[in-house]
């Protein structure tokens, strides 16, 4: 099971503890806001791709929406996502419960910069009823990252949330 996946990765850090699970699901970024009280924008949800044959996982805003031009000139090519059983084939983890942490071998995974306006940000670990909250240094050093990237655009009205 995916979770057993995450908490296990999160124990050889000393910080499993700190995974959130939910009695109700967290499986899409309204779900997640819910179950977290918090606003939709902080969850990072983990959009999973494949480019020339390879899985990645782009992390971004719970408000953002993949730009299509920005992700060609980034990536190279047009941006399609897994497909449900292709998502827990390649990246290891279910749709509803995908995340950067425990993730299959060869995933590559990048942050977007629309997770930089937080402090803080919730991504999933595994399942669809759970989350870590974890600081944008702690989402760098825990999902291994290759790079940030800037292939989001955010909604005209997007601003950091009051604290």
Known sequence: ????????FFTSYGIADRILEFEVSSATVELAAAALHCEPCRIAKSLSFCIN?????VVAAGDA?????????????????????????L????VGGVCPFAVNDGVTVYL?????????VFP????????????IPELEKYSGFASWVDVCK????????TP
């Open 124 to 135: 999933a670990c595994g399942s669809s009823n759970s989350a870590i909250e974890l600081t």
């Open 53 to 57: 044959g390879a899985p990645i996982l």
């Open 91 to 94: 990246i290891g983890h279910a």
């Open 65 to 89: 929406k993949v730009d299509n031009h920005k992700y060609k000139t980034r990536f190279g090519t047009k941006a399609k996502m897994l497909d449900r059983e292709q998502t827990a084939e």
């Open 1 to 8: 099971m995916s979770i057993a996946k995450v908490k296990e």
């Open 112 to 120: 977007d910069e629309s997770l930089r306006r937080f402090d803080t």
């Open 154 to 161: 955010l909604p005209t009205d997007a601003q950091a949330p």
